[in-house]
């Protein structure tokens, strides 16, 4: 069981540029998560999925777009970089049985 | 909606003991947990549900107030590997949809 994983782990962008972070998860859980965290701000939420096919907004959710492609891979893309989007990306999975939230290692991106 | 953590950093000698708090202005579902060490991710401690239970991890329990809509995590005998930020996550709906303080950091000393 690899758990969450995320890629890239680093990534540098220009201002203006695209990308999209991938994550996917083993467990067979069906709700995952988009969080950034900048220092001294804790987790913020930017999307969430309850489940295959559904999302939905969480609290900074401007600037970026999420999707959804099955229920083990949740993608989260940003679509003209800025550098307040720098940040580290986490993505999460959960389960309704057993709540708790298993975190990926994290994107670290730095917007120039 | 954010909840509130304090105190925002702790230094303790190993073998003491710390209380950390985080308090919500809304009416809570449940309460989680977490401890972050530098570079990694968040890892879960526990949860705990509206009904004023208490859990434990090792030597680390919590407390939930649904009256005050308050949370306390408590470090017994702490120990070097406790060093990390703690953060509290808070549930409204009961969806699993989390709100993060911005942590409690520790530091345990020899």
């Known amino acids: 069981n690899a758990g969450v994983t995320q890629t890239p782990k680093f990534q540098v962008l220009k201002t203006g540029q695209s990308m999209t972070l991938q994550c996917a998860q083993d467990?067979?859980?069906?709700?995952m998560y988009w969080y950034r965290q900048d220092p001294g701000m804790g987790l913020r939420l930017i999307y969430y999925?309850?489940?295959?096919?559904?999302?939905d907004k969480g609290e900074v959710p401007n600037g970026y777009n999420v999707s959804r492609l099955n229920k083990r891979e949740f993608s989260l893309r940003l679509e003209s970089a800025a550098p307040s989007q720098t940040s580290v990306y986490f993505c999460?999975?959960?389960?309704?049985?057993?709540?708790?939230?298993?975190f990926g290692p994290g994107t670290r991106l730095t917007v120039t | 909606q954010q909840p509130v953590q304090s105190p925002q950093a702790v230094i303790l000698r190993e073998g003491e003991d710390a209380v950390i708090n985080c308090s919500s202005s809304?009416?809570?579902?449940?309460v989680h947990w977490y401890r972050q060490k530098h570079g990694e991710a968040p890892v879960f401690l526990m949860i705990?549900?509206?009904?004023?239970e208490q859990k434990g991890h090792e030597k680390i329990s919590a407390s939930f107030n649904e009256k005050k809509q308050q949370s306390s995590l408590y470090l017994t005998a702490s120990q070097l590997s406790y060093s990390g930020t703690y953060f509290c996550g808070t549930e409204i709906r009961g969806n699993n949809r989390l709100a993060f303080g911005k942590g409690n950091q520790v530091v345990v000393i020899p």
């Open positions: 999460a999975s959960s389960s309704p049985s057993r709540q708790e939230q298993y």
């Open positions: 705990l549900l509206k009904g004023g």
């Open positions: 809304k009416a809570l579902y449940s």
């Open positions: 467990m067979n859980h069906n709700s």
């Open positions: 999925s309850a489940s295959e096919g559904t999302t």
